[in-house]
């Protein structure tokens, strides 16, 4: 094996791990799953609304190239591997209400800045 095959293999490895940054385990109802699709700077749904103390599994999917996925202003923040490499997954917990922007978090063309959507929890 060369080191570019072996680094190359190392780094699909490492995009294929999924992001779990609250154990499920520590919640005692179960999660909401909720699927997000990347693809030219769009995130599908890009408006999602939950119920305060809802458990959310965000499960999040490129249909093209890598992106990030981070939701601003906390320590969520994943890496979404591209089309046919897997999915990467957040969990969390949403215990206060408000309305949380999410965007993504790697380069990924001219419309980088617009790749936003909002998450809204609710009473």
Same mark, same amino acid.
């Given at each position: 094996?060369?080191r ?32 997000? +699709?990347?693809? /030219?700077? *769009? !995130?599908?749904? &890009? ?6 103390? @809802? ?20 320590g ?19 215990? +206060?209400?408000? /309305?949380? *922007? !999410?965007?993504? &978090? ?6 980088? @800045? ?5 998450i809204?929890?609710?009473?």
């Amino acid at each position: 094996m060369t080191r570019t095959t072996w680094l190359r293999g190392g780094s699909l490895a490492c995009a294929a791990l999924l992001v779990v940054l609250v154990s499920p385990s520590s919640f005692s109802q179960d999660p909401t799953v909720i699927r997000v +699709t990347a693809e /030219r700077f *769009t !995130f599908t749904p &890009s408006h999602i609304k939950v119920k305060r103390g @809802t458990i959310v599994e965000l499960r999040l999917r490129s249909e093209d190239t890598n992106h990030g996925f981070r939701i601003v202003g906390s320590g969520f923040n994943a890496i979404i591997p591209k089309r046919g490499r897997g999915e990467a997954t957040l969990i969390f917990r949403a215990d +206060t209400p408000g /309305r949380y *922007t !999410f965007e993504c &978090s790697k380069m990924c063309g001219a419309g980088h @800045t617009f790749m936003r959507g909002t998450i809204t929890v609710g009473e």
